[in-house]
């Protein structure tokens, strides 16, 4: 299983919101400070937005907060706000699936992959609040690395 880009660039939001001093961000300052596309941004903190993750405000002196603590949110929640479909395989529409089982198992692991994001929050991926931040600070200017340095 592998997580859309959508929802990888969600999470380096809320964990770069999580260990930022001012506890501040915007989108000018995410897509410079990792390499990623400013419209494409501009969209995931919209839906984060929506699900009641951060808070923004238009304007000069605007930008994007986190909504709550961080340990009050929880990886899990974020996925499945994040994801279109968690299904791994389209068993939907298999000809086999009346006698497979592979239906169940494929739905079993998504279960229990959701149950361990379940059991972290955000405050959790960033634990090294510290080292994060001296990490963030230290990377490159937008010029100096590709899209997705961090990917």
Known sequence: MQLTRHTDYALRVLIHLTVTLAGRATIPEIADTYGL???HLMKVVHH????????????????????????TIKIGDVIRHTEPDMNMADCATC????????????????????????????????????????????????DARPNDACA
């Open 37 to 39: 596309s400013r419209n």
């Open 95 to 142: 000809a086999i699936r009346p006698a497979c089982g592979l239906s169940g198992i494929l739905k079993a692991a998504t279960a229990a992959f959701m149950t361990v994001l379940d059991q972290h929050s955000l405050a959790d991926a960033a634990r090294d609040r510290a080292g994060l931040a001296a990490l963030i600070a230290a990377l490159p200017g937008p």
């Open 48 to 71: 984060l937005g929506q699900g009641g993750f951060v808070e923004t405000q238009r304007g000069r002196g605007g930008g994007f907060t986190l909504a709550r603590a961080p340990e």
